[in-house]
């Protein structure tokens, strides 16, 4: 194996630790990083950037016996439930056993309600097996329970089965719909506005797509809500140089963990129409709401409600995952979008478009179906189910509670409430000498922050710049997903490396 | 729900069957036909184009009990095995299920070689669960496990886990590679070689993304085989107005059934090799060989023997799958990628674009897990294993055998042996008179014909004008996957209704 020889480079980033028996460094290949898709170049995933790639080599190290001022590594960077512990909803999983292996239904161990679901999945599929595509567009009784959901959980506005689309997780939604909404060149480019700080899948989607991402600033001061003054400002400010035609928010939020007030919606939903833009709407953690006198408000309830010189004309699309909320089940990529006000035309562009994959994956549907249709009273499974939903969500809201309490008790540190989602973005004040010294290592400050914490505490965030803020803050974006004992140690140790890190560079 | 009022235009397509009830027709909408992606609107996906959308149609008349000269209608458009009521392998259910519920490793009805696959799966899963988000690459271990497999079917090649991605079926590796690979405008924009026919999904791919298709035509006279001479009059021909840099081969061969001889590969490499082409192997159906004196001759294996000359330069890219072969797992979107040459700073810019993803759903990973690694001589499921997996290839021989004789008898249609894959691709004649009418109606004349099809007998394929085909041929592509019984009967009344089109239209 002696083939890395001509034109050796060595290579950039954090993740070539080893290099492969077959690269081959020569000027001479067809796919190198300077005959690449420069769209792809530009695509930026923190949640899963440098520092988590730094985490894993840490983890190896430590495996490997090489001494650290600490035993484990623990990782609060990425919403992953079941990761950090949480155990999976019983009915749930029962469920999709029982479709994975029908010869089950002949075991008495399942209660009768998961065997009757599980035989309802499998009659809407191909040969009756979860290994059969399906419709592009989703299991069609799985959209019919979606439907059914969502009138529900909208006291009773109508929702068409026929809106509903089932994706692999919401970023397939997502990154979908931006597929349709973006075209352009120069001034009449695509321009979609996104709350910043964000989630960064928005800003990587629209780096691919090659279209202009539009920034409003979230108001860190009111708890991170959105203030009209600011997407107007963002919007005018835009349309010098592109086409704005698309406004994303994320509620609740995603890194900022704020819940949006019914009246910010509504002006939301007015701005909308107002100024023309299409409204895409990610609302994956509707179930997690944690503080007093917030509440969730779906865009399309309160869009139905403001009449139909609104429902009637803007156009919405609202995202929901199995991932989030009480069931975290990230790993299975279930999720539904539902899309108001869509012109017939383009719907069968984008059943089009989704055919081209074939379909979500099959258990990820039957996960979402069981997620919208969950056990009802007297059914069998209900008592566990309700158990078990009701244990998760109060343990996150009491790790929300603690999370804000421990972090503003740092001086340097300030934390909004959690209200909802399951993250905390705080606010951290940085000395000088420390933003000098990362600015030396072309660095952002939070980042040289972050990675020292990693490196000094074991404990894995996201810093803020991987999701954007106003110029001259600094934060950090940490999950409450931990196990409790776990978090607390997690946020003392943040104390007290806040600490050491504020005397070292002053 | 009275809002299809303004600017009403009546719907393109087939799919609007149902006017939806929040439809709005306004030429103030921001997503249009007009302004949408025009990318997306030049996607094109047969497979599940107009004729399946209308056997859908009709499938639900039937149920109303419209009267039809058919009692049911025959799918033969899709390589979807457990739709045709192919049964799964028990194993991979058993693990499945064991994986999905862990409470049944309790249990004494598994198999210990079933259970000890999910406990080492599960131990790779983030808190031991399915639910938990996997590396972005796909779980360490079963990247491991696909690695070791290559070394094995590919007798000693070396393979690094490093160089093997999971992905949610081979589409989604296609389409990643692609999105890679594709830039510039103009004439220096990323041409992409690809076989005629083709499977659709590289024609949408390529639209979707702007490149440039670059056709080469499969010799149907010498069994669909691969031409160098056409290969090179295509590549001369595409220099003249882009940049060819990449050519996809599919083998065995989707939609023509073709198995490439070991000679054709190496002529292959070797033209790649010479005029600098990045090569992506769709090779899906790899344990799909039927006819006598065929073998599956890997890219990568041939590539090596070929030397280091070869080896060490030539950059390839090989997809694989959990839909095909003798699981036929298309429900759970599991598939690998290996690559290989692959600059590093471009494999880590492929880690970060994945990464956006998050995963591929973690099922399909177990199962892909298992595939590459299933039961062996000794363990407690072999036998069944085995004679489940011989009985389904055994089984697909019959009737790739079965579906090229009886074709043949029908004058007017000539049909190329199905050496593998899971479909016939055979040449209709059709008369002038018919070509003429389809014409007017603005149809293709094979989709003419296989739309009369659908109508008169139930019988669903794709019209040979979805994958495409040297102009003046025609041609329909059916799976060999119905049940023998459904298989000779849809077999019948394809060769009657072949003889009555004939006879109307002369």
């Known amino acids: 194996h002696s083939h890395q020889k001509r034109n050796y480079k060595p290579p950039r980033g954090l993740v070539q630790e080893k290099m492969t028996e077959n690269a081959v460094f020569s000027q001479n290949m067809v796919l190198t990083i300077d005959t690449m898709n420069p769209n792809v170049k530009k695509v930026e995933y923190a949640v899963r950037g440098p520092i988590v790639q730094r985490a894993v080599q840490i983890e190896k190290e430590l495996r490997e016996g090489v001494k650290k001022p600490f035993t484990e590594v623990i990782k609060a960077n990425i919403g992953d439930a079941h990761a950090m512990g949480q155990q999976p909803i019983t009915f749930f999983r029962q469920v999709l056993a029982l479709c994975s292996y029908p010869e089950l239904l002949k075991d008495n161990m399942f209660p009768e309600d998961a065997k009757s679901r599980a035989r309802r999945i499998l009659q809407a599929c191909g040969g009756s097996s979860l290994g059969a595509y399906s419709a592009s567009q989703g299991i069609d009784c799985v959209r019919q329970d979606v439907a059914r959901y969502i009138e529900r959980r909208d006291g009773g506005v109508p929702c068409d089965p026929d809106n509903v689309y089932l994706t692999s997780g919401a970023s397939d939604g997502i990154v979908t719909m931006l597929k349709l909404l973006v075209c352009g060149e120069g001034a009449s480019k695509t321009g979609v506005m996104i709350s910043i700080p964000q989630y960064p899948l928005y800003s990587a989607a629209l780096a691919e797509l090659g279209a202009v991402q539009v920034n409003y600033y979230l108001n860190e001061e009111k708890c991170w809500s959105m203030d009209l003054s600011e997407l107007e400002r963002s919007l005018a400010e835009a349309r010098k140089h592109c086409n704005p035609k698309v406004l994303c928010i994320i509620n609740p939020g995603n890194p900022t963990g704020q819940v949006q007030s019914r009246q910010c919606i509504e002006d939301v939903i007015r701005f909308a129409a107002k100024e023309h833009l299409f409204l895409m709407a990610d609302e994956v953690y509707q179930d997690n709401v944690y503080a007093e006198g917030c509440q969730f408000h779906s865009f399309k309830k309160v869009l139905f409600e403001l009449g139909p010189q609104y429902s009637n004309t803007v156009e919405l699309v609202s995202f929901h995952s199995t991932s989030k909320c009480y069931m975290g089940e990230c790993g299975f990529r279930g ?172």
Chains 1, 2 share one sequence.
Do not use: W
């Open 335 to 506: 999720g539904y979008m539902e899309v108001i006000n869509m012109d017939p035309e383009v719907k069968a562009q984008l059943i089009k478009l989704v055919s081209v994959r074939l379909c979500p994956a099959v258990p990820g549907q039957a996960l979402m179906d069981m997620v919208v249709n969950s056990p009802q009273p007297g059914e069998p499974s209900y008592t566990t189910f309700m158990k078990e939903r009701t244990a998760i969500l109060s343990l996150l809201a009491e790790k929300a509670k603690l999370t804000e309490e421990i972090l503003n008790t740092v001086p340097g540190i300030t934390c909004n409430p959690v209200q909802g989602a399951m993250y905390s973005f705080p606010n951290i004040s940085l000395p000088q000498k420390a933003i000098k010294e990362a600015k030396a290592l072309g660095q952002a400050p939070d980042m040289f922050y972050c990675m020292k914490m990693l490196e000094e505490t074991g404990i894995c965030l996201v810093p803020g710049s991987g999701f954007g803020q106003k110029d001259g803050t600094y934060h950090f974006r940490m999950t409450i997903l931990p196990p409790t004992d776990k978090l607390k140690l997690l946020l003392a140790k943040v104390k007290e490396f806040h600490q050491k890190f504020t005397r070292q560079y002053s």
